[in-house]
Each structure stands twice: as C-alpha cells, then as structure tokens.
C-alpha cells in the first residue's frame, strides 16, 4: 500500500477532565468494549494500511497495554506493521506543544518510511472510513492536501474545537476558520490530512525553522491560497468527543440501532484486544431496557438507558439509568444511579443514591468505593 498512517493519541485530553486523568483520549473506553483508538485504527486496517505510527505524549501506558504489538490489527509485521511514537524520541528537551512539534518529533520514521502518502489523524472521531477512497480523489485532483471534513452544526463556542472551511464547486478550499464559533451549518475538519509524506516533511522543516506549533493555523490556514487543499466530504455517521458531554452522548448514541450499524458495519470490522470472558448473567429479578451491554456482566437488579463495560455487576434492587459504567464497576444492593460515569473498578456500596443531570454527569474516578 502507498499509504501509511500517523494517529495522534492525547489530542483534546485537557477537555475530558477526570476521564483522561490516568490515561491518553485514544485509551479511553467507550461502546462496552471498545477504546477510541480502535476507530480509526481499524479505518486504517481496513484500508490496507500496514504501516502505522501512534504518537504519544504523556499517560500512555493503558495505551500501549491495549495495543500491545498489534497482533488483533495485523499489524504484528516484520516489515513495517504498528510504532508506539513516544516523547524525547528523538533527542528533544520538552514535551511537544502541538501536531507541528509531535510530527517533527516522529521525523526519523517518516524518513524511514516507504510510503509515498501519509494518512494523519487524530482520535477522537468514531466513524467508519474507506480512506482508498480518500487517496483517489487525493491523486485525481492533484491535490497537495485532502482533509476529511463533514456538515456539522455549531451551536456555540464549545460545540467544535479545531476548524471551519469554505470551498468552492470543485472542494478546492477558499477560507479557513480556525476555533470557529459562529452558529450554522459548516463544513468542519474531522482532524484528518492526507498529502504525500516528502510534502511533510518539506512542511515540518520550515515550521520547525520558524518556531511554528498549530498545524491548522500555521499550515492549513496560513497556507491555503498557496497550496491546493482538497477537501474529501464524509457524508456518513461521525461522533466527536471532545468534551466529557459528547462523550456521554457519543456513548448514549450508540443506544440507537441506526447509529451502532453506522459505525459497526460500515466501510469494514471494528477490532479491538481480545479478553475472553463468559457470557453476561441476567438474574430471575433483572429487568434490562435499552442497553448495550458486554460479556462477563452480572445484572440482578434494573438497567435503561445504560452503557455497561465487561465485569460489570447490578446488584439485586439497584437501578441504574442514563449511566456509563466502565469495567468491573460494583453496583451494590439498593442502589439508585442516574446520569452517572463510573471509571473502572469503581464499587457502590449499598443504599447509595447519587444523581446527575442530562447537561451535567457525576463522575466518578478510578478504583473510588463510595
């Protein structure tokens, strides 16, 4: 394949607060069973790309604990195959500030690289993408850069964190809007860029020359009118996670049929690691409504609304609504939840009742008995 794949893995992890306290935006959970990195990273896959590049930056052991060495992706290559991109790699004194500074800092395996494009994104984007078809349109447009955009809606400041473009008939991009927060309908950046890996390179050394850090701003943006920016529209399902509300409601989304067919059985298979586990138990007195539910739960008591990670126990008389609960989380006997986020290994004990609100969850941190 003449594509290979970079995937920045803490982008956005200051905007999910206590969620990615201990861990990088790409390892979070999310759907039962499944990491956010898997999203994209099965893109790839399914696009036949086996050379793949994860940068981190800090909080990344859950990270590499999940990907491992890539074997669930077939990605476990002797040549090429999946690279763990940490900080200080390459000689650097400071924890890179942005894309521009984390690119050059993965420099040495984009030299080293084969591939003639490189596929750049980040991870907090759950949608279901045949990237061939991005190359195509890339090559037949003679384009320098193609970026993965979509129609979405901003309704506020905090509604869409990154970038804004405007096209003309033939998708060439005419305008950039970067942080845009004017509400309407816009053509927003899905945070992936495809162009060809020498083009980089070329980029990154005259960023790096001139101190520059943004990679939308200080390229996308700075450079628009000089270099032909394509952009490739995906007209499907897309869920951004950028805040701990749309993660919430990216997770309760997925509560709707159309939407798990959408990401599930789209352009190709979701992979994730493998743990073997028994199948979910549901007690005599378990009443279970609208919930997507993993292996090796125990319900005894009552669940709606709900989205429950493997290991998971409901106790008998506890009712749980409107909540996420992360895996091997104990809910004890006669205990009320409602718009709740459990991290892993959290325990309820019994009688407790805790209550959020649909703009506003309780979150609770890793390992907590309350």
Known sequence: MELMGIIFSNI??????EVTKQRTLASLPFGGRYRLIDFVLSNMVNSEITNVGVITKSNYQSLMDHLGKGKEWDLDRKIDGLFILPPFGTGQKTVYRDKIEALWGAKRYLERSNEEYVLMSDSNIICSIDYTEVLKQHILAKADITMVTRKEEIKDKSNIKGIAVKTNTRRRVTDVLVNYNRPGIEQCGMGMYLLKRKLLLELLEEANSYNLLDFDRDIIQAKHKKLKIMVWEHKGTALRIDSTQSYFEANMALLDKEVRDAVFRGEGFVY????????????????VENCLIADGCRIEGRAE?????????VAEGAAVKNSILMQDTHVGKDVSLD????????????????MGAPQHQIIINKGKIV
Do not use: A
């Open 12 to 17: 956005y992890d200051e905007h999910l607060g």
């Open 272 to 287: 994730t690691k493998v743990r073997d586990e028994v199948p979910t138990y549901y007690g005599r007195k378990s009443e």
């Open 305 to 313: 609304n709900c989205v429950l990670f493997r290991g998971v126990t």
């Open 339 to 354: 718009y709740i986020i459990t991290d892993k290994e959290v325990e309820i004990t019994d009688g407790r009742m805790l």
